[in-house]
């Protein structure tokens, strides 16, 4: 009988308590249960669907309780470039929520990409603004070693002799190159290769949103002997191993006002901070994290995001076609192709964004946090809420796009061929690599190194399918799940033209 009257009671006060959150918080969602809110809904390595099928019925914005945070998610263009961009939204919106990665992984959120909004953070995303400019797309000195890079991606292909091979292997150790080269101002060696992939994968592993919130929940699991435990674990001894090498040795060896690499140049503004009497000069953790920042960041980004492009030009051997003409036009065969010639190349350009928009590989973004109490779309926002970007149904809106799930480079052409214009409404509505404040800071490296890729190769190549037959479907509802997707593994042939 007392547990019946019991259950009476807490089911009331639960039905009091949605109804009070509700009115006040008052943005629609799906219901909640008492202190698990909507979890138990949740697809949780497939969230993107479940906020997709949700935003269908919920609108633009909506409230996902998400245990006791208020989880809110936006996912439309204009509400996203709203909250994120515009002036009285985006001094309020641009914070990062605490995470369990940024506590016990980053150093409390030293770095840029978990760094809560302030002048710290504006100073450190500066900094890493201008370095990516310097060292990823402006320096003759990387572009030239890039390029020898990407010769030797051209040979060990070559070497192949058309057999079938599977892209991920290879292009993994080239990026993991260049992400060398960035930071140290050399090509890295297998060993260290492995390490920055090491490092890469554990954090990924433990960045997937069920165990992120179960430790962030009860954060002493990362001492027990359960799998969420041993990722932990097993991330913080990646961890140590590359920072053994990528930043203890480096400074070792490191010789003032000399610059390797990203690495030096951090060095070299520590110690100008220092002698120039700043006392908020750059710190050791500071730049450990950035150092972690650009391996998380820009490796599995850039990797997946080739791998879907190549996936999905192996089923429209039309679009290969139509850029091989491209390249003959404006590249000729006789010389490799350059990030000049990009602004020429109109059709490559659309069918870049084109496979950025249908794929959506970063389909959820970054957590944002709210700072303050504010009103968006006529809805409250709480302090402490977290936001969550869904570039995933923005990407696909039928009322946008007309055919979202049709691949066509065309939509993003004029009549003339040319591409849109910035400012045009398809332009608009792309937010591969959010907007505002935090707007990505390696978006024009990862475009530039997947022109520079694409090209060489389309160049060089023709893309063709396996001898034995088939390669797993393109369309990215069926690719595998994660915070970033990426298609199932294939192989694939290249014939030299
Ligand atoms: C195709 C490749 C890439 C995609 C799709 C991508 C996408 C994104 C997205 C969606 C965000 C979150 C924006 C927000 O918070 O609203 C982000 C943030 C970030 N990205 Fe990328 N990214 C890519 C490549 C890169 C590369 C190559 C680098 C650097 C080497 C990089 C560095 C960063 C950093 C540091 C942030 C955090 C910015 C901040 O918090 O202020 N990304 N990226």
């Keep these: 009988m007392l547990g019946i009257w019991l259950s009476v009671i807490l089911l009331t006060l639960y039905i009091l308590y949605s109804y009070i959150t509700r009115v006040k918080y008052n943005a629609p969602g799906p219901s909640n249960w008492p202190v698990f809110g909507c979890l138990f809904q949740l697809e949780s390595s497939r969230l993107h669907f479940s906020f997709d099928r949700w935003a269908k019925k919920f609108g633009p914005l909506m409230l996902c309780k998400m245990g006791s945070t208020n989880v809110y998610v936006i996912s439309c263009p204009r509400v996203i470039k709203k909250a994120f961009a515009e002036k009285g939204y985006s001094d309020i919106l641009n ?3 605490d995470t369990f990665l940024a506590k016990y992984i980053m150093d409390d ?4 990409i978990f760094g809560k909004y302030g002048p710290t953070f504006i100073r450190l995303r500066k900094i890493m603004y201008n370095g990516l400019k310097m060292y990823g797309v402006g320096v003759q000195q990387f572009e030239s070693m890039a390029h020898k890079e990407l010769e030797r991606v051209i040979q060990s292909i070559s070497d192949l002799g058309e057999k079938d091979f599977d892209p991920k292997p290879i292009l993994s150790r080239s990026l993991a190159n260049l992400i060398g080269i960035l930071l140290t101002g050399s090509m ?13 994968n554990s954090f990924n592993d433990t960045f997937e949103m069920s165990t992120e919130v179960m430790l962030y929940t009860f954060p002493f699991l990362r001492f027990m002997p359960v799998e969420m435990g041993r990722r932990y674990r097993r991330l913080m001894g990646a961890k140590k191993e590359l920072l053994d090498k990528f930043y203890f040795l480096h400074k070792k060896t490191y010789v003032p006002g000399c610059e390797r690499g990203l690495i030096d140049a951090l060095f070299n503004l520590q110690s100008q901070d220092k002698s120039g009497g700043n006392t908020q000069w750059l710190t050791d953790s500071q730049i450990k994290a950035f150092i972690q920042d650009i391996i998380v960041a820009g490796l599995l980004t850039t990797r997946n995001g080739l791998l879907c492009i190549l996936l999905v030009l192996l089923h429209h ?8 003409e491209e390249i003959v ?3 000729g065969l006789e010389r490799t192709p350059s990030l000049k010639d990009k602004p020429s190349m109109p059709y490559t350009e659309a069918l870049i964004l084109e496979v950025l928009r249908y794929v959506t590989h ?14 968006l779309e006529g809805y409250k926002i709480p302090k402490g809420s977290k936001i969550i970007t869904n570039i995933w149904t923005a990407h696909h809106d039928p009322a946008i796009w007309g055919d979202p799930w049709v691949f066509r480079p065309d939509r993003f052409l004029d009549d003339n061929g040319e591409l849109l214009p910035p400012e045009h409404t398809l332009r608009q509505s792309l937010v591969t690599f959010g907007t505002g404040k935090r707007v990505c800071v390696g978006e024009n490296l990862a475009k530039s190194r997947i022109f520079l890729y694409l090209t060489t190769l389309i160049q060089k190549f023709d893309l063709r399918l396996p001898k034995g037959g088939t390669v797993p479907s393109d369309d990215p509802r069926a690719f595998l799940p994660g915070a970033l997707l990426r298609p199932q593994d294939y192989m694939m042939r290249l014939t030299v033209r």
Excluded: F, Q, T
């Design 95 to 97: 914070d990062r929520p």
């Design 109 to 112: 959120s030293k770095g840029v």
């Design 188 to 200: 890295v060696d297998e060993s260290d290769a492995d390490l920055i992939w090491k490092y890469n």
């Design 317 to 324: 051997h039309e679009c290969v076609d139509r850029m091989y």
């Design 329 to 331: 036009d404006v590249v």
């Design 362 to 375: 970063a389909p959820l973004g970054v957590p944002h946090g709210a700072m303050e109490d504010v009103e």
